[in-house]
Structure formats: structure tokens, C-alpha cells
Nanobody
Framework: QVQLVESGGGLVQAGGSLRLSCAAS????????MGWFRQAPGKEREFVAA???????NYADSVKGRFTISRDNAKNTVYLQMNGLKPEDTAVYYC?????????????WGQGTQVTVSS
């Protein structure tokens, strides 16, 4: 079992920044990919960014150049630095963990943290 706890959400004006954190505990190992997804009201959950144990990352096109995912393996924590926030980034952000690849069917999820961007 893996437990994920997110923090760092909040309310910010357009153009501002936030940093989300996701602390993992339990049976993780170097095969686990960690990532971020988001879900806006009335919309499906969508991929934001992911990172593997060695630091390789990928991003959704909508956040490339604005968001940066990073990982501290010693702390079992993944971060999402969000700059240049837009109102359309408003959503509940979820941390996910899964062996080899994260998708909307990932095995482990955090409880979610709300990000609201005002115009």
C-alpha cells in the first residue's frame, strides 16, 4: 500500500505562482512513477505532469513552459511548481503513483488539493 498526501493548494491571482507537494509513504520503490492530474468542475480528470525515479519528466501541452515537476527521492516527495497561472488552471489537483506509468487508472491517489486562479 502507498499513501499520498498533497498540500499547497490555494487561491491565487492570474499570473501568480503556487507550489504543490505530495508526500508518499508505504511500499514505494524505484519503479514507481509519480504524477499530477487535475479535475475541473464538470470535466474529466486530466494528466498534468509525471516524473520517474531518475528525474525524467513529461507534461501536458497546456502546462509546458509554466509548470515544473520535481522529485526528492530521499523524502519520497514530489513537487509541482506552477508559474504563470491562468483561470483555466482552476481545478482540484491530485497526486498519483503507479509502477512504471501514471494514468487516470493509477493504483494510488491522494485526496486532492484545490487550486483556484482568479482573473
Amino acid at each position: 500500500q502507498v499513501q499520498l498526501v498533497e498540500s499547497g493548494g490555494g487561491l491565487v491571482q492570474a499570473g501568480g505562482s503556487l507550489r504543490l507537494s505530495c508526500a508518499a509513504s508505504g511500499r514505494t520503490n524505484s519503479n514507481y512513477v509519480m504524477g499530477w492530474f487535475r479535475q475541473a468542475p464538470g470535466k474529466e480528470r486530466e494528466f498534468v505532469a509525471a516524473i520517474n525515479w531518475s528525474g525524467g519528466s513529461n507534461y501536458a501541452d497546456s502546462v509546458k513552459g509554466r509548470f515544473t515537476i520535481s522529485r526528492d527521492n530521499a523524502k519520497n516527495t514530489v513537487y509541482l511548481q506552477m508559474n504563470g497561472l491562468k483561470p483555466e488552471d482552476t481545478a482540484v489537483y491530485y497526486c498519483a503513483a503507479n509502477p512504471f506509468r501514471v494514468t487516470t487508472r493509477s493504483a494510488y491517489w491522494g485526496q486532492g488539493t484545490q487550486v483556484t486562479v482568479s482573473s
